[in-house]
């Protein structure tokens, strides 16, 4: 497989630094690490420079096995405290 100018061979294992990625400043901009939600009002593949800059869960075989409870919980809809 050919990524960009690097060929992989099979067997090979990369490693993603998710915390490097979802840091990075020419990806996120100045305010990498701000707290900004208001960066993801136009959605998650607006928020960075690269539409799939963001991967909290990981992907593939290793991903997160809590994946499926979060995303069911964040669509619940929330009660007002009184």
């Known amino acids: 497989m050919k990524i960009g100018h690097l060929e992989i061979r ?3 294992s990369l490693v993603v630094p998710f ?4 840091t990075d400043k020419a990806i996120w901009g100045e305010d990498t690490r701000q707290f900004n ?8 593949s607006q928020a ?10 990981s992907i593939g075989p290793r991903t ?19």
């Open 10 to 12: 099979t067997g090979t």
């Open 19 to 22: 915390l490097k990625l979802h």
């Open 37 to 44: 939600p208001l960066r993801f009002q136009n959605g998650v």
């Open 48 to 57: 960075a420079n690269n539409p799939n800059a963001l991967l909290p869960f």
């Open 64 to 82: 997160c096995i809590a994946q499926n409870i979060v995303m069911i919980q964040s669509s619940k809809p929330r009660l007002s405290s009184l």
